[in-house]
Structures are given as C-alpha cells and as structure tokens.
C-alpha cells in the first residue's frame, strides 16, 4: 500500500497502451520548514504543530541523512533537492529512468504496459526509504501547505471563496464531500489555476 500522508495520486501514462504508475502531489515550499528539534540526552525532541510527525518520522526513517536532516534546523531546498536526486538515482538503477519530479512537489513515474504496478510500488517504496526521500519530504510539503496544522479542508475551502470559484459558506465538509464524490470531485473548476494554487498552497493565494 502506498504511502501517502496529506498527498494525492496522479497518473502518467507512456504511450496509448501504457501502464500507469502513480504518483505522489504536495506543496510548493515558500518559506524552509522548521523541524523544531533539540537533542536531550541523545534524544530527539520536537515541538511545534507538526511534533508528532516529526517524532514519527525521525523514529522510523533508516537513512541517517534524512535523520539529520529532520533534526537539523530548517528543511531547505536544496536537502529536498538532494534526496530527489537520491531517489531517482535509486530508481534508475531498478530501471526506472522517466521519473520527473514536478510543480507542487510531484513525483511521477512513467512506465510501459509491460512493466506490473506491482513492480513498480515495490520499486518505488525501496527508493523512498534507501533514499530517505520518504518520509522527509512528504513531510517537508505537507508543511508547506498548512504550516499551523490546521483543518486543512477549511483552509482550501476559504481559498476557493476568496479567489471567487465557490460562493460565501461553502465550507471544508463541502471539500472533504466534493472530494470523495468518486473521483469526479471539483470537476467544474479543477483546471483552473487557481484551483490549484488553493488545493496545493492555500495561505499563500490571497
């Protein structure tokens, strides 16, 4: 099973006849994120909204990179840089090669029909842990776009009224119902710009 936190799934296809492997969207970083750690007694100790993800990421990540990384003071781009270069790496050497990290933090993979997505996901999981691409910057986005840990549904929700594409009271149980209306969630406005700049990045769309 896939790991996805606060992400969605995507597809990229190779051709007409292609598989599809999914892939994992979050947040465009605007500002480093802060893990929040201190080391007492050898221990890791985090505060701040996101704590407990933190926690949880630092306890079960076996990369000693992204360890540091997770404890170390601000996340910054160029450490994301450096474990999607990891990741990739890892999975051109499982002969993955068309893997293209995208806008708003997308990892996609492409593959033929030929290849099983089960394949693919056992490939992909292997490389997010070797590479400690996961759980960092799952986590490193996910912050990004409700810094305060927030109710996330309500915080897209009053993007969407602000910037004009739902009226006044639509509210983020309208988001979490839109959203689990069998994949047709938003089908009205889910192209426009400003529907994804609210879903992916929703304290910083004035």
């Known amino acids: 099973m896939r790991r996805l936190g606060l ?7 190779a051709g007409v006849a292609s598989g599809c492997a999914s892939a994992h969207v979050a947040t ?9 750690c201190v080391m007492v007694g050898g221990v890791a100790q985090f505060s701040g909204p996101w704590q407990d993800d933190f926690r949880k990421a630092y306890s079960s990540v076996q990369n000693d990179a992204a360890r540091q990384i997770l404890c170390g ?11 999607n270069s990891a990741y990739t790496s ?18 996609k993979i ?10 693919t996901d056992a490939a992909d999981m292997r490389c997010e842990d070797e590479s400690g691409w996961y759980p960092v910057v799952p986590l490193y986005y996910n912050m990004r776009q409700n810094p305060n840990k927030a109710d996330l549904n309500q915080l897209i929700a009053d993007c969407l009224v ?28 889910s192209q426009d710009p400003l529907f994804t700049q609210c879903w992916y990045n929703p304290t910083a769309t004035k």
């Open 7 to 13: 992400t969605v799934m995507v597809l990229a296809c």
């Open 28 to 36: 465009p970083p605007a500002t480093s994120a802060v893990s929040q």
């Open 73 to 83: 003071g601000p996340i910054t781009s160029e450490e994301i840089a450096e474990l």
């Open 90 to 107: 890892c999975m051109a050497d499982a002969g993955y090669a068309d893997v293209v990290m995208g806008e708003y933090g997308t990892l």
């Open 110 to 119: 492409t593959t033929s029909s030929s290849v099983p997505s089960k394949s």
């Open 162 to 189: 602000r910037v004009g594409l739902e009226p006044a009271g639509f509210s983020g149980a309208d988001v979490a119902a839109q959203y689990s209306d069998n994949g047709d969630a938003f089908s009205g406005i």
